[in-house]
């Protein structure tokens, strides 16, 4: 059986770090297919070129010429990746506008991996607080791992674990519990040791009040 994974990019230059971002997982994501013995069809819409049929649609309501084909792509797909850039905390306009003109259960039930490109690694409370309720709106299944990519990660090894970890998850939830048993010998770090590697956890394990919470968040 062939899996068709589509990844949607958000990113607004040319080259961009969110495109840079998806290519990694789209990547890691058919490793793990393969690794499965499935073949895999691998699809990238980039939302940058349809930005103006975005717009129109958001007018009309009728999706136009290339725009058409992308949302038939991803609403048809086996498995959804889902990069945007963080804009003011949140994903992009240009991101947001896309699926705002998806019918609310487009992606029923649909596996998908949420991921973020930002200046610092403090923006990855955007995949919780953003993206995932985007998603869940929509009906639907984010896998566990998010990935925030911020400019010091790329050609780090823990971006590199991240990566892996929710491909894994993503083909985990794809092709059901044979992936899983596969990505439990994977030897990912445990979830507390990633977040200390990353640099969020030296930080902030030994905050009890607040204010100092935050004092240190804005540091």
């Keep these: 059986m062939t899996r068709r994974i589509v990844a949607v990019t958000a990113g607004l230059s040319e080259p961009s770090s969110t495109r840079l971002l998806t290519d990694r997982l789209t990547e890691a994501v058919a490793r793990h297919v393969t690794a499965h013995g499935e073949e895999v069809v691998v699809e990238v819409v980039e939302l940058r070129p349809l930005a103006r049929l975005i717009a129109d649609q958001m007018l009309t309501r009728f999706p136009t010429g290339e725009l058409t084909g992308a949302i038939e792509k991803v609403i048809s797909a086996d498995a959804l990746i889902a990069v ?3 804009f003011s905390g949140s994903y992009s306009g240009l991101f947001k506008s896309f699926f705002d003109n998806l019918d609310v259960g487009a992606l029923d039930g649909k596996p998908v991996l949420v991921a973020a490109t930002g ?5 990855s409370l955007m995949l919780d607080h953003a993206m995932r309720p985007l998603f869940s709106y929509l009906h639907a299944s984010v896998v566990p791992t998010g990935v925030m990519a911020a400019t010091d990660d790329f050609g780090t090894p823990g971006l590199d674990r991240r990566v892996d970890r929710a491909a894994a998850e993503l083909v985990t939830a794809l092709l059901g519990s044979a992936a899983g048993s596969a990505a439990g010998r994977s030897g990912f770090l445990p979830a507390d ?3 200390r590697e990353a640099g969020f956890t030296d930080r902030f394990d030994d905050v ?6 935050l004092r240190r968040a804005s540091s």
């Design 84 to 86: 945007s850039p963080v």
């Design 119 to 123: 200046g610092s690694a403090r923006h």
């Design 193 to 195: 040791e990633e977040q």
């Design 208 to 213: 009890t009040d607040f204010g100092e919470l």
